[in-house]
């Protein structure tokens, strides 16, 4: 297999203008071949050679080598790249550096910008944001914010990556939401997390809780000691901190022991979905009237 050959494999089919120059090819031959339609010009100077599927690879390979070797994939798009979101974006995003002028091209949502070298990696021959720059891209800009990251720091990142990321990219669009979930994110967040919850409790009118309740050598986040219903905020300071991973699973199994009722729930479920979440400690408790 020729050089050329295996660069066409690895890049799924798509191949640049200059990429085909290099490999010996001429420009003449490249555009006869896409004027006799066995190469299919995706962008300007980008063609997929006939056979190759179109896929979403495809796309994100494409509009990166249209864009040039200087922009990078970004946000969504990125996050999507590293596996961490199930599906493309409709426009594949890049970034291009902020004193380029590239003409927008369909299916290709462009952002001027000059980033950080540490937020950047080549990943696949590509060069996409850093998982953690995408993980906070990307979590600002979803509608499941909260849960994205959560999922992200379960599999993905580590935190002080994801915070020095976030120091490195503060006043930016989008960092206002970044740092709220970052805030979310840090060691304060079991606090944080208790506080909203109490909120929950109180704007609905719920009574007959005890925040911090004794329980043997543990204490229950809050529980209601005379329903013996026991709730545990998980906050996300766990994902990365094995030990208290492991505590907490400890004091879990004590109170299901003691016969109480155990009820978890996450930052994002107290943030993002706090009419079920007041729905289930509702049902829990009537079960105990019952």
């Not at 989008?174 to 909120?199: F, H, N, Q």
Request: glycine letters at 8%; proline letters at 4%; hydrophobic letters at 45%.
């Amino acid at each position: 297999m020729s050089t050329f050959d295996q660069l066409v494999a690895r890049q799924g089919g798509v191949v640049a203008l200059w990429q085909a120059v290099e490999h010996g090819m001429t420009a003449a031959t490249v555009h006869r071949r896409a004027r006799s339609g066995a190469w299919l010009r995706l962008h300007p100077g980008v063609y997929l050679i006939g056979g190759h599927r179109f896929t979403d690879e495809v796309r994100v390979r494409a509009a990166w080598l249209w864009a040039g070797p200087a922009a990078a994939v970004t946000g969504c798009t990125a996050a999507w790249w590293h596996g961490m979101r199930d599906r493309l974006p409709e426009d594949v995003e890049l970034t291009v550096p902020a004193a380029a002028k590239p003409r927008p091209q369909p299916g290709v949502r462009l952002r001027r910008r000059d980033l950080s070298g540490a937020d950047l990696v080549v990943a696949r021959d590509v060069r996409v944001a850093e998982k953690p720059f995408a993980a906070l891209e990307t979590a600002a800009a979803v509608w499941d914010g909260p849960t994205f990251l959560d999922r992200a720091l379960q599999q993905h990142v580590r935190f002080p990556a994801l915070y020095r990321s976030f120091c490195r990219n503060m006043g930016r669009d989008g960092s206002s939401e970044a740092g709220r979930l970052i805030t979310a994110a840090a060691d304060r967040a079991d606090s944080a997390a208790e506080r909203l919850l109490v909120k929950l409790l109180r704007q609905a009118g719920i009574g007959g809780w005890v925040l911090g309740f004794p329980f043997g050598q543990y204490r229950i986040d809050l529980a209601f000691p005379a329903r013996r219903l026991a709730i545990e905020v998980d906050g996300w300071a766990w994902h990365v901190d094995a030990e208290r991973f492991r505590n907490d699973r400890r004091k879990g199994n004590a109170i299901t022991r003691a016969t109480w009722d155990l009820l978890r729930f996450t930052w994002h479920d107290l943030d993002g979905r706090p009419a079920q979440t007041l729905r289930e400690i509702t049902d829990t408790l009537a079960m105990t009237d019952a």
